[in-house]
C-alpha cells in the first residue's frame, strides 16, 4: 500500500504512532552551498550565481525540527538512511546521536556528473545510516559502502531528484516484503515507486503541492 499526505513532515510526524515505520529513507531539506561564486578562478567557478544557501524555503528547516519524531516513529529494531551534503554532515551526525539513533556507517553515492566547485568537483552524496534499537545487518552483506548510481540529470521532475534504484538498494537491504518504509521529505516519490517496485509499503509527506501531485502521479496514487 502506497500512502502520500500534502502537509509539513514536522506537524504530521507528530501526528504519527511511535513505532509506525519500519524502516526511514529520506533526503531532507539542508541549507546548501555553492563552493564559491561564477568568478573564474584558474579555471574554476561556483555553480550558483548567488551563494544564499538556498534552494527552496524549506531549506530552514533544522534538523533538530523532526529529528526526535523521526526516532519515535521508527520500529525498534529499524534502520534510517539519512541523505545529507558534507556542509550539513557533522550537524547531522550529532542531531542524530542526540535523539538516540546509533550510526551503523556512512554510504557514499558516486554520480556520474559532478557539481563545479573550486575545492574539487563534488561527485558524491552522502547517506548516514543509523539504527534504533538493537542491531542487526542488512540483507546483502556483500554491498558496499561506496556505490555508483545514475543520477537524473536534464529535465527532472524535482531539483534534487533521486535515482529510483538508490532508493530501493536501501529499502531492500533493510527491511522484508510488506514492511512501511517512511519518508517524510518524499520530493516526488522516488522512494515511493521503489517501495511500490519492491513489495514494500509506503508512507510519504510532501510540503510542495506541486512535488506532492507529481509524487502522487507517479505513483498511480489519488490525491487525499
Known sequence: MLTAFHGDARVLLREMPTGTADCIVTDVPYRTISGGNRTVVNGCSGMLSKNDGKIFAENDIKFRDYMHDLFRVLRDPGHLYLMVNFHNLETALAEIRRNGFEIHNLLVARKQNATPNRWYMKNVEYVILARKGAAFPINNCGDMTCHDWVNPVGKKSH?????????RRYIENS???GEVVLDPFMGTGATGMACKESGRSFIGFELSEEYYSIACRRMRLMPR
Open 159 to 167: 531539483p534534487t531528484e533521486k535515482s529510483v534504484a538508490l532508493m
Open 175 to 177: 527491511t522484508q516484503p
